[in-house]
């Protein structure tokens, strides 16, 4: 697709030359690239089905589905009582409901439209379909950047194919970064567009988008901060204007009036410190104002100037002051977790573990910016260093999105998808400049050059630009240069394509509710012990059995089985799921008074030993002590997991207490009756299991899947003779062996 | 458990030494006066014998430590302020005795005997003594052990684990007390900053508007935290580590993985990559003479050829199975 729009200079050079012929080929050009764009993102429907992937898109589906049966205000009032059983959730008031109502409002229109479509296959191609809208927006962005109409379907096409993107948009990633991603771009050109024209207009669109964005995500607050911060560089630049000025407040005001209309959000904007920043350049903006506005009406001396400056500069000050005041007195929301932890990076680790334990919280290492961007990564600063060329207003707010994106995307490597827009923007520029100029059919004159040098004494005394552009341009003399420039950059852009196409096809196009394997000559070979399991729980379970499982298996089970959970992937209640940890963590003993409160008929584990599936719970085991730790330190000590060498061990070494928990129990039940005595083996942890398997007193097995992946055990109930469990299950196994005893031999008569 | 055999048979022993002459009252009584002249009381054998003695009504925490120099206990000495902030600022909220709480210390030069009883081999230790009689006597004896594991602790997490076991109970905050130093040091250096600002700013301003400077600072940053420099901050990497063979290995094995000397050479090969484009989008185009034109673009394309090469075969190795190269580093 890149080939596509490098070839289009050619065209453009010879045939093109009409307006109108540019402008069709621009939208034939556009349209391969939505095409590519959505095309790249259907390997997994090709491969596998369409399904829906991963595990809060289960939730979103759930949701939607509920939306489109119950219509738009009952969902609107959802309480759902099939999640953290027994408290339920108010859905409606704790979703961002841009997602489901998208498709909902999709599913209508074909269905109006006469089209049967199932509410899944709609579910599953929104993403894609979004990502040809967001190539699109990303084009407008960037033709607002630059003269250069190239620039716009580079952009384009490395939006359209970028991995960073693609690896939140593929077939069935039915997240809200679906749709965010082309809102976000979308309400940056329209605020770009906005501060140019100094337009109400465009600020109020610009207002709509980001009332839309809020609406589906999370993400917004990186709006909501990168606004306010571009402006206030601005001010700082000396570049306060009316412009400006109409464009932040039309989109302020209105934007925040658009966000407090989602339920979730509520009074968020005027009260949490994330939003301070844009109320505070809001009111600093209407100052300036007013004093621009004074200092227009009066005879202005330098020193009035001065004067009203540093009153400008003092009231900001106190501002400042008086918000950090009002924080620490309490009035205002202190920082979000998960926000704060962006700024302080220690702050998750220490008081957070339920963010911590999340691997997209974690700081990105720079394979990931090179897998995810590839040559990109290194085009990215050669754009932003071109925007320093002209640094207009709108230059600025590339090299402050650009500086801020990477420190966040370094942060946490689930940012990454906010990066992606801004380097795709600024690597384009780079390419595109490039080859303009090497592209080009005319080559300069070398006896012209005598004059240009004449000429340039003087160009070289231009105030503030860079100094690599002092001179003017010449352009390039000999074929050889341009031929060797072309045919390097055309072999990038090629592996670029390659590179993009390679990784999406093997890294982020595997549901990952269906695993996939390859056999030994080659076939592919698909594990499905999720929906096994789920399909069994659907079946074989009353239609209201609890279902305790790790926070993380949550949304699948309410997707999948539909049966009533006690925790799951949002995590709004830390203490909930902490008891769930110390279910979990604990003896027997302890669990089970914990299981019969919470009305638990099955517990649901994962467990990778048998087929060396390394994402399995006793992995995540340690997250669920800690988070349990951080409720009940008394009680659950992570140390004692551990054992005393603080090696994390499952085998004969483990510590007691690992021995004794109920996960470890749980997951090496009956485990070594599948290998030949003393060689059971976990294939994950690559240890050597004792020879004597955990018993289980107060559960019993319900169901393993055909790979071992799920277990789920039934919670026994009380004892019929009031016994405990342990009792009444040595009774049981002693009646056993004394049966096995009696077959042995004859009675002996005892001679003393 | 041989300390507890020895604490056992000390708590005996005190209770025949001390328990018939003062009732556990007049006990609380003297060490709270004590310690309100200064808290925590010091304690050596006998007072410590005396005051962690059966019966008793009041709650015990004792710090067991050794901060001379020679015993060379880092974490003694790091933790002996906290200490004393902690007992001090809850001695002074609890004047009249409601919590029923005592601080005391022992130091090793002081208390040999007992850490010798206790069979201690590390310090510090804190214990915490339930009271055995009176409304909130515990059923166990036993004192209870702080776990010091997790290296220096803060006042508060130790105030936390006492207020955990000391339950109905008042529990005076800490205070911790102003620190006029550090406001007066803030302040100024501050002032100091800013009259320096206000002398130099006629040169500084220059600098501040140089579009090359800021130009500088954004790729700089942007290239910093591309090439994992968050990551290192963050989890502490090692800069660099040996491969087992004497020799230095440069890149850490696996994606998710990296050195800091990894990164800061990433950077640099970004920052080649980055100043090549720029070379070739920017400045060559400017050069008059077409013989140097010629020869900084096929310059400018080799070291960007090259070092992309370098960088997909650096890359391949830590993603083994990525299957993408350029020559010559194939």
């Not at chain 1, 030359?17 to 402008?23: D, F």
């Not at chain 1, 926070?551 to 709004?572: E, F, K, S």
Request: hydrophobic share 45%.
């Amino acid at each position: 697709m890149s080939a596509t729009s490098s070839s289009s200079f050619d065209l453009l050079a010879s045939g093109g030359r009409g307006k109108s012929s540019r402008t069709l080929l621009r939208v034939v050009i556009l349209l391969f690239i939505a095409g590519a764009a959505i095309a790249s993102r259907l390997f997994s429907v090709i491969r596998f089905e369409s399904i829906i992937h991963e595990f809060d898109p289960w939730f979103n589906f759930r949701a939607t589905k509920y939306l489109v049966s119950h219509g738009f205000y009952n969902f609107w009032d959802w309480f759902d009582d099939r999640t953290w059983h027994p408290l339920g959730r108010v859905t409606g008031g704790t979703l961002y409901p841009g997602l489901m109502v998208t498709s909902g409002v999709i599913y209508h229109a074909l269905r109006a439209l006469t089209i049967p479509v199932d509410i899944r296959n709609i579910c599953v191609l929104l993403a894609p379909a979004c990502s040809g809208l967001t190539a699109f927006a990303t084009y407008l962005l960037t033709n607002e950047m630059t003269t250069n109409a190239s620039a716009g379907l580079l952009a384009a096409a490395f939006m359209g194919i970028a991995p960073g993107y693609i690896s939140r948009s593929v077939a069935g990633s039915y997240d809200n970064e679906a749709i965010s991603i082309f809102l976000l771009v979308l309400t940056f050109y329209l605020w770009i567009k906005a501060l140019k024209l100094g337009s109400m207009l465009w600020g109020a669109l610009c207002a709509l988008s980001y009332g839309y964005m809020v609406a589906s995500w999370g993400g917004y607050a990186f709006i909501t901060c990168l606004l306010p911060l571009h402006a206030f560089v601005l001010v700082c630049m000396g570049r306060y204007s009316t412009r400006l000025y109409v464009s932040y407040t039309s989109w302020y005001v209105l934007g925040t009036l658009a966000s407090m209309q989602i339920p979730f959000v509520g009074f968020l904007p005027v009260k949490t410190s994330e939003h301070m920043p844009a109320l505070g350049i809001f009111g600093f903006l209407q100052l300036l104002a007013f004093l621009d506005y004074v200092r227009s009406a009066l005879p202005s001396g330098r020193q009035f100037q001065i004067f009203l400056w540093s009153i400008a500069g003092s009231v900001f000050l106190i501002g400042l002051l008086g918000l950090v005041v009002i924080t620490s007195a309490g009035i205002i929301a202190p920082w979000g977790g998960r926000f704060y932890s962006l700024w302080d990076t220690a702050y998750a680790k220490i008081h957070i573990p339920i963010i911590a334990s999340v691997s997209e919280h974690q700081p990105t290492a720079w394979p990931a910016f090179f897998f995810d961007l590839n040559m990109l990564i290194w085009l990215f600063p050669a754009g932003v260093y071109l925007c320093f060329q002209e640094l207009a207003d709108e230059h600025v707010f590339i090299v402050v999105y650009a500086v801020l994106g990477t420190y966040f995307a370094g942060v946490m490597v689930r940012l990454m998808l906010t990066l992606t827009p801004i380097v795709c923007v600024a690597a384009a520029m780079a390419v595109s400049q490039m080859l303009n100029n090497y592209l080009s059919l005319k080559s300069p004159k070398p006896e012209d050059h005598a004059v240009v040098e004449g000429a340039d004494v003087t160009a070289t005394k231009k105030k503030g630009g860079l100094k690599s552009t002092n001179k003017p341009v010449v352009g390039i003399y000999s074929l050889l240069s341009k031929g060797v420039v072309v045919t390097s950059m055309t072999i990038y852009l090629l592996l670029f394509v390659l590179h993009c196409t390679w990784v999406t096809s093997n890294a982020y196009s595997s549901p990952s509710v269906v695993l996939a394997s390859r056999m030994p000559d080659g076939s592919q070979h698909i594990i499905d012990d999720y929906r096994e399991a789920y399909q069994w729980l659907r079946q074989n379970t009353k239609d209201d059995a609890k279902i305790m499982s790790w926070w993380d298996y949550g949304y699948q089970i309410g997707g999948m089985a539909d049966r009533p959970t006690l925790v799951d992937n949002n995590t709004w209640n830390n203490t909930h799921i902490a008891t769930v940890g110390k279910a979990m963590s604990s003896r027997e003993e302890v669990s089970y008074p914990i299981m019969r409160q919470h009305e638990v008929d099955y517990v649901l584990i994962v467990f990778g030993g048998l087929l060396g599936y390394s994402g399995d719970d006793i992995n995540k085991f340690l997250w669920m002590v800690r988070i349990a730790e951080g409720i009940w330190p008394d009680e659950i000590r992570e140390r004692d997991y551990f054992t005393p060498r603080g090696e994390y061990r499952v085998d004969a070494e483990a510590s007691q207490t690992m021995k004794d928990s109920l996960m470890y129990k749980m997951s090496y039940y009956n485990y070594n009756a599948l290998f030949p005595p003393g060689q059971a083996q976990d294939r994950v942890r690559g240890a050597k299991l004792p020879e004597v398997g955990p018993t289980l007193n107060t559960l019993e097995e319900a169901f393993t899947s055909e790979n071992w992946i799920i277990r789920i055990y039934k919670v026994k109930d009380l004892d019929n003779f009031d016994r405990d469990h342990a009792s009444a299950a040595a009774f049981d196994r002693g009646h056993k062996k004394k049966r096995g005893g009696k077959k042995r031999g004859p009675r002996v008569l005892r001679v003393e | 458990m041989r300390w507890l055999q020895g604490l056992l048979s000390v708590s005996l022993l005190s209770v025949g030494a001390f328990g018939a002459k003062k009732s556990t009252e007049e006990r609380f009584k003297e060490y709270h006066t004590k310690a309100l002249s200064s808290a925590p009381v010091k304690l050596n054998d006998a007072t410590y014998k005396d005051l962690t003695g059966v019966p008793r009504d009041y709650t015990g925490v004792v710090l067991l430590t050794a901060l001379e120099s020679r015993f060379g206990c880092e974490l003694c000495r790091q933790f002996q302020p906290e200490w004393e902030l902690l007992s001090r600022s809850w001695t002074k909220g609890d004047k009249k005795g409601e919590s029923r709480v005592v601080y005391g210390t022992l130091d090793f030069s002081d208390g040999r005997d007992t850490f010798v009883a206790l069979g201690l081999q590390t310090a510090p230790v804190l214990l915490l003594f339930q009271p055995t009689v009176g409304p909130h006597a515990s059923p166990s004896a036993e004192p209870l052990r702080y776990d010091f594991t997790n290296g220096p602790q803060s006042a508060e997490q130790v105030h936390d684990w006492i207020v955990r076991h000391t339950p109905d109970r008042p529990h005076p905050a800490i205070k911790r007390p102003f620190n006029w130093m550090k406001w007066i040091i803030g302040f100024t250096i501050l002032s100091g900053l800013v009259s320096l600002i206000y002398v130099a700013w006629p040169y500084v301003l220059p600098v501040l508007q140089n579009r090359n400077v800021w130009a500088a600072v954004s790729l700089i940053s942007i290239l910093l935290f591309t090439s994992g420099h968050m990551f290192n901050h963050i989890r502490k990497v090692p800069y660099i580590a040996g491969d087992g063979k004497g020799g230095i290995s440069y890149f850490a094995g696996g994606f998710q993985n990296q050195y800091g000397m990894e990164t800061q050479i990433v950077a640099a090969m970004y920052g080649v990559l980055s100043f090549a484009a720029i070379s070739l989008a920017v400045k060559v185009p400017r050069i008059a003479d077409a013989k140097s034109q010629q020869m900084m673009v096929i310059l400018w394309s080799a070291v960007l050829f090259l070092m992309y090469s370098f960088l997909l075969s650096v890359f391949r190795i830590k993603n083994s199975g990525y299957p993408f190269s350029l020559p010559p580093f194939m």
